[in-house]
Nanobody, 114 residues
């Protein structure tokens, strides 16, 4: 499974970014897709997840600011990030799960300046 993440960059606090995760596979074949992030010196954490029924859930730190969405026609999942904070700075990774198998994209760096 190939997952191609993009959309990261440098933004000021309060700004917005939209991350994209594209795959050549049919995303409806996955049980769920999600965005994780890993900041320097910290463990990887789940940011947002969307299951095959389109139900989304979020880490409490991003709830109300981030929105995960999927586009089956484009085989892509997106993460709209608004009101970004310096503590959101991290490498963001796209992940997909099929059964007990989880695969990862290469990550995209998000840097939020204060």
């Amino acid at each position: 499974v190939q997952l191609q993440a993009s959309g990261g960059g440098l933004v000021e606090a309060g700004g917005s970014l939209r991350l994209s995760c594209a795959t050549p596979e049919t995303i409806s074949s996955f049980d769920g897709m999600g965005w994780y992030r890993q900041a320097p010196g910290k463990q990887r954490e789940l940011v947002a997840h969307i299951n095959s029924d389109g139900i989304a859930d979020y880490d409490t730190s991003v709830k109300g600011r981030f929105t995960i969405a999927r586009d089956s026609a484009k085989n892509s999942v997106y993460l709209q990030m608004n009101n970004l904070k310096p503590e959101d700075t991290a490498v963001y990774l796209c992940s997909a799960r099929r059964g007990v198998t989880r695969v990862w994209g290469q990550g995209t760096l998000v840097t939020v300046s204060s």
